[in-house]
């Protein structure tokens, strides 16, 4: 008879909790989607950080609608598909303006179309997927980071045309970013490889959260690339540039715009990260706007740090488009917010620059450069 | 009883009429709370059958409710199959994904069934990341998965979902409530609470344990199912160890075997964590105590099963009594009692019989060419020192033991080497040196083990309780308490073995063998802890029962008042060979045993 | 040949990670029959508690006792403070559930591992961390062809040393034959006189103290170390534990070492990203016809 009565407190507490979300109306509340927890739990600290740094730098140039406050409103999806879709209607449920978020493209899928179903306008912040915006047509969906291809044509293109390698080795991690950067850079290389200028001569995946990689980097050294092109994230960066190279491959280490920052540098220590090369978006340390340096130098206030991955600084670049588009339409309308982004993006400035969005949603003019670690640790854009 | 009845479906129709109103006063966040509560509810249930019920630990059921996603995405997404029509597709194919790679491994016991089901939800995840054959989309998994509909009534918003998952559970259950009282439902249990005493009583372990493992597999398939069309994504990221983990947390919180207990488990891993939400950084370290907390003060489980048989339409004693005896004496047996009386083969006088049998551990050479012969209707005792082989013999015969050379013949027929149910079935019953009961379970329940071999009832008519079913279902019980009163235990029927006294538990043993009518019953030391006036009851007991059944009786004691008290034969071993056998007097006074018991005098 | 040979040195150097976390897992099932799944976040708090130390005010610690003073320093701090959380782990979580049967036991230990992963992300945040270079020596010794780093030589020996003492004090002396005699009996054991909470303390303190300098050692072998990594290596070394025999001291060592040569070779050979599956698959493999892993004594059931 007991159990009988847990049972009933236990839908009682959902009552109860139902009943607990009843808005407020006075702040504008902008949603961020992010993994707090989990396994990807530092970029959704790190994102976290960002928006709350970008809010300042708002509210520091006088807000929007006149000041009104701006409230942002976390939920955490702990980089699973389940979660994601319980932090997208949580988010729904609390009638936020519009929601950032989030991070990883089959985490992102679900929620996505759970906004799209509720007509509330997501703007994704790392979530690369070609076909996240093309494969499905969706409305409320934009992303102010760049698409995998964009980044693995940059590769190809810079390898073979610039850098003159013929043997090219492409390593990723079988993460969906990681994995999708290295097949769309497969992909552009295809026609150097038909026109027989290049050859691919290594194409494997490691697994992330190992630790010793000597195996594939042994069989890596035997193909003796040119060039050596890691998509994947920095901390097995770090450990393939230190034990690749204590192996004695010596060829250009490439890596993508997630493999290297401060982080990797201490990981693979500076004598090894010297002259790693990155394709990267132009990175706020090397945007000269006062927008970049304000943000770095907040942030650095704050967290003794600078972010570790490019994705924060998108979804700090998130808030911006969105707040930019509130105080556009003139309230938190979304089909009014949805016109100003899809159009009245003009003189729109983000920390990585000016933003707009193709009509598919993805982020327009977005363009890569390849970036070069000095000897003190710094990325600076790389002149041959 | 009838009032508790009518209050607890009184508690039960209000708990429907909660969640029949619940979407309407709630928004959709919790509604799809209450939705993956289904899921999970669901997925507790099928691991369940695997860990409750069976007792197997399968710490990698993740694996089999990927499995059903993933067919259901690939099937949905390259052919167009509607999603509801994989419902039954995604269960087959789990159940069939398990019964292949389940049945070379499903004799390991504990940890290492454990460390292999691990293996296996692991490499389910890694090769769903790899992309086998372009069919997984890897690491993004496969998304523009379709909803389910019903003609032209699509399930696509959230309180649709929010009924279609817990109509479907609701189904889920009443058929696990019925197959928990069925045949299967009680065989599972025999094999979690004793597997050689259940092995013993005439079930087929590898054949019960693979069946729980493919109807929790198809039941996490369907899981997979609902999930994959909510989600409209499969990725490898859902299906880790943590959530194999998970899903073992909410059987274990909610209870073992207990239907209710998997659904109030699967409540608060997925009701805990979201509300807490507001601490989100600490969520599951909260989560994580939390279950070190539940653990320490209810590791029984929040709401553990309460086990009470359904007795239909009890009988008096007398009347039980009438009804069974042409059931518990087998017709087809009596023809072996005529033919005693005529010329008969050798065979046919003894019941069983060894030759040269030898068993051997390592380099110990436990039994060595036995020749034991016992004869029909006849109680023959073993005796010996202690160490002498007898239990080896017991462990040969009915086949826990293969022997290492010699042939073992039952009526006639070669058996040796036939799995321990097997022999069972043919008609061999045993009891324990040291009691092997179903502790866990009441003593009609410990009976009607002996009775399963004699059932025919499966999975369908089990759960579409059909008219054979119920009325095999009636026969076992009306046995089983027909033994029960037979041996003195009438009125314990509900009460589980384990809170019986030490010589109640004995009887509950005898009672157990006996229920399977077996033509050759082998006790293990039955006076063993025995006062002397117990002892004179059993003596009386079992000579009465070889005038009322046709039965025979292999047994090893130490009590020589027992032994030459009833036995017509007496067979004397010492360190695995046999030494002398005859009649009692005889080995008595033969000097051989006396001396194996005694030393040989100077 | 040199490939070969530099594999099997990188195969046992991650084998000899698996193999004294293996011991861990082996000796607490030993006494308690308990998998112990909260044993590889263990061995992540033993390398940020190193960690801590070792960047503690600018690295003052290895300034004041010098590079290898600092490591040991950090080692011992590591083995004696996860040790102790190891012995508070057993009073708080498994000593009140152990009663209850081994499935509580087990799920209190899942508890315990989600507890500990996320004490970790509380405490030192969700990022990866760093070991600093100027705190680990970088020499590279070769001989010819052959070439090894001071780290791997440094880990390689010390890790057999500590597994030669082990070996030493379980076979060979009365208080090991009193683990061991618990490991088989308990009951058996307490009727002898053994104290068995004395042994249980012992190796719910030695267990979790050798995964913490393991810990260490990895940290400073790999220098980046984060909060998720315990569930990778305790996985790893659980299942090096069954390859080995579980409940076996010597068998445990052995399936660690092993179990790095199969996952370099496996890597190397057949394919990285396949890798795991190969090991797993070997593991049921050998499970299959050798129920007891490769040196462990088969236990006849009583009947």
New interface residues.
Partial sequence: MKKAWFCLFIVFLFVLSAGAVAAEEKPIKIGLQAPITGQWAYEGEMAKNSVEVALQMIQEQGGILGGRKIEIVVADDASNPRDSALAAQRLVSQRVAAVIGTYGSSVNEPAADIYEASKMIDIGYGSTAVKLTMAKERKYFFRTCGRDDTQGQFFSEYAVGTMKARRIAIMHDNTTFALGVAEEARKALQEYLDAGVAELVFYDAITPGEKDFTPILTKLRETNPDVWYFTGYFPEAGLLVRQGRELGIKCPFVGGNAAINEDFVKIAGIEYAKGCLMTQEPMPTDLDTPKAKRFLELYRQRHNTVPTSPWPVYAADALIALTWAIDKAGSTDTEAMLEVLRTGMEGCEGITGSIAFTERGDRKGIIYKMYVVTGEGDMVVYQP | MNKRHKRSQLILGMVIALFLAFPFFSNFYWIDVAFFFGVYALLGLSLNIVLGETGLFDLGHAAFYAIGAYITAILNTLYGIPIVWLIPLSALCAGIFAYIVTSPIIHLRGDYLCIVTIGIGEIVRLALINNPFGLTGGPNGITGIGRPSFGLFAIDTSIRFYFYVWIILAIVILGLVRLQRSRIGRAWNYLREDEIAAEMSGIDVRHFKLLSFVLGAALAGVAGNIYASKLMIVSPDTFTFMESSMLFCIVMLGGLGSIPGSILGAGIITVFPEIFRVVANYRMLFFGGALVLAMIFRPGGLWPRKREIAIPNVRSAEEAEEMIRPVAVDQTRTTAKQSLNGETSSFEKHILVTDKLTMKFGGLVAVKDLDLVVGHGKITSIIGPNGAGKTTVFNVVTGIYKPVSGKVYFEGKDITGFKPHKVASLGIARTFQNIRLFPGLTCVENIMAGLHHRMSSYVFSSIMRTESQILEEKWAIETAMYWLDKTGLAGLSDELAKNLPYGKQKLLELARALSSSPKLLILDEPSSGLNDKETEDLMIFLENLLDEMDLSILLIEHDMNLVMGISHWVVAMDMGIKIAEGRPQDIYNNSRVIEAYLGREE | MS?IL??LL?GL??GSFYALIALGYSMV?GVMKL?N?AHGDLFALGSYLGYTLLVWSAGAVSQRFGLWGGMAAALLFAFFAVGCVGVLMER??YR??QK?????????A??????????I??VW????Q?Y??SVVP?Y?ISLGWFHI?SMQLFILILSFVLMLILYYVVQKTTFGAAIRATALDKEMATMLGIDVGKITLFIFFLGPALGGMAGVM?GM????I????G??YG?KA??AT?LGG?GNIPAAMLGGLLLGLV??????YI???????FT??I??LI??FR?TGLIGEKV????
């Fill in positions: 490939i530099e594999q990188n150097t991650i099932y998998i799944f708080v979580a009140p559930v209850s049967g081994r499935l509580p036991l087990v799920v209190s899942l508890g315990v591992s989600i507890f500990l992963e996320n004490l992300m509380a945040g969700p990022r990866y760093a600093p270079a970088t590279t780093t990895n072998y790999y220098r980046q984060s909060f998720v990594m569930w990778n996985l659980f299942t069954i579980i996952e370099m070779f496996g890597a190397a394919s990285s990203a396949w890798k795991d599956v797993f698959l593991l049921i499970l299959i129920p006849a059931e009583k009947v």
